[in-house]
């Protein structure tokens, strides 16, 4: 299967609140790297705010050709709410990503195109204070090495991006590293001549 290319996504639970003829728009946006979580963050927020009028919520799971994605206008007029989210969603090249946005009524209705700018205005403000960072395909390997390569192995696994996660120090020591994927050739390569193609790599977590 080809590696997808990094793509942004949100690394933190983010929101922002809007008020629109008495009414209170509150947009909260999370990572959703699964449908399910994408499921279990809208869950969250009906459970945080079980007292608002509306939870209207749309989600875009994976990037590029190959995404998931889901809406609701949740019992808002049909097609002012949750589409003019997910069209933002659309717009803002992010994946991985869910908003809901709660609505409090304050009592007076805004109206079809209303709705539609009030919606659409919540999920953009969201979004452009939102963080984000690259998601990058990584792999867990698992590297059994002699005591007398470890350090130089140590800084090998630094200069291609590998973060240690776990060290064994018994007859050999056993070092646990995720590299992101498109580095992990050259690492290969370059602890294959640092060990004299003595040491192998053991991946740990391939799909």
Known sequence: MQNPDPYPVPTEIHRIQTEVARSRFIATVSSAPTVDDAKGFLAQIRAEMPDASHHVYAFRVG???????????DGEPS?????????????????????????????????????VRAYSEAAHI????????LKIEKRLLG???????????????AAHNGVIEEEDFAGEVMVMATFPVA??????AELAELSAGRVELIVMDED
């Open 63 to 73: 990037y590029g050709s190959s995404v998931t994605e889901g809406m609701s206008d």
């Open 79 to 115: 097609g002012t709410a949750g589409p003019p989210v997910l069209s933002v969603l659309r717009g803002s090249e992010i994946g991985d990503i869910i908003i809901v946005v709660t609505r409090y009524f304050g009592g007076t209705k805004l109206g079809t195109g209303g709705l």
């Open 126 to 133: 969201a979004l452009n204070s939102l963080k984000t960072e």
């Open 143 to 157: 590297i059994e090495l002699p005591y007398n390569l470890f350090e130089q192995t140590k800084r090998l696994i």
């Open 183 to 188: 580095d992990i050739p050259l690492f290969a």
